[in-house]
């Protein structure tokens, strides 16, 4: 029997999943700090797209409100098809070939929304300028499709960015393009050589997949060096949830949970779902930064 449960305890209880300015969030990483404080979080983990750089305010707004803050990222990754996000923990930020995957994929990512936008732009009224006005923080922030979104609602042609995302921003639109990715087999081994924690992200979300992540898929990236699967996010559903607590007890891997937080972008709320202290405790062991 497994004995991971979900921790419904807010005091003990962290969110490992959260997206602010410098990704495709609406508040800064103290807005997320201080929120999080707030809620009664014990803590909480920033997990910008592809991207360091919330680290420094995060950081700063982790003692500025005594609340302990993990410091990782969400990135976006391939394997065979299937599009992976994995999720990394207490890497250091100085490590040269994971700082070239972000920059890579940071590099990809704009090529890519410049020619969605561009196809859009021949039907709609949208121009790149109009995407740029979105984006709160400039070079720094990860660019993607919820950008777009935004952009969308401010021509009038959407009320939401969720309305947007079952429109021209879906994935089944004609306007879609994939963003080019590492493997998930390269992003396991950067962030395992960076000294830091991998962990697939919402691998059991039908949504963002036709074919999910098989179980044969996942236990190749245990072997190696997979730490954990995020199991408690509001898309994996009870069957999904199942299975991937299945083979976290046969492995011995981390179980986390987070939000996927994205302040008003999405309607996901902060501490909805969370990750146990013993886990995070593990997390900051195995890390090679200290927690802030
Ligand atoms: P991209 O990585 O550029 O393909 O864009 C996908 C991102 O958009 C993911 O990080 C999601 O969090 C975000 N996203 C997906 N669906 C929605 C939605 N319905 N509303 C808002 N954001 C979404
Ligand atoms: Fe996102
Ligand atoms: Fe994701
Ligand atoms: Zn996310």
């Known amino acids: 029997m497994f004995h991971v449960a979900e921790c419904r305890e807010l005091s003990q209880a962290w969110d490992l999943h959260c997206h602010t300015v410098y990704s495709d969030g609406t508040y800064t990483p103290e807005q997320m700090v201080r929120l999080a404080k707030d809620s009664g979080l014990a803590g909480v983990a920033i997990t910008d797209h592809d991207t360091t750089a919330g680290w420094k305010d995060a950081a700063a707004a982790a003692v500025r409100y005594g609340l302990p803050v993990l410091r990782g990222s969400e990135i976006t990754a391939d394997d065979a098809g299937v599009s992976v996000h994995m999720l990394a923990y207490q890497y250091d930020p100085g490590n040269a070939d994971i700082m070239a995957v972000f920059a890579r994929t940071r590099q990809a990512r704009l090529k890519r929304a410049k020619i969605m936008v561009a196809s859009m732009a021949k039907d709609y009224p949208i121009t790149w300028n109009d995407v740029m006005a979105q984006v709160k923080e400039g070079e720094k922030t990860t660019v993607g499709r919820p950008h777009i979104a935004d952009a969308l609602v401010a021509a009038g042609i959407y009320r939401s960015r969720t309305e947007a995302f079952s429109g021209l921003c879906s994935s089944r639109s004609p306007y879609y393009l ?12 950067a962030v395992r050589a960076a000294g830091g924690v991998s962990v697939v992200a919402h691998a059991g979300d039908r949504k963002r997949n036709r074919t999910l992540l ?11 060096g997979l730490n954990g699967l995020e199991v408690w996010h509001r898309d994996n559903d009870d069957e999904q949830r199942r299975r991937l607590l299945g083979i976290a007890e046969k492995h011995h891997l981390l179980v986390t949970g987070g939000s996927d937080w994205h302040g008003a972008g999405k309607p996901n709320v902060l501490g909805e779902n969370t990750t146990d202290e013993g886990t995070v405790e593990r997390i900051r062991e195995m890390g090679s930064i200290p927690l802030c």
């Open 178 to 189: 994939p963003t080019p990715s590492p493997t998930a087999h390269e992003v396991v081994a």
């Open 214 to 224: 098989s179980d044969a898929q996942i236990e190749v990236l245990i072997g190696e």
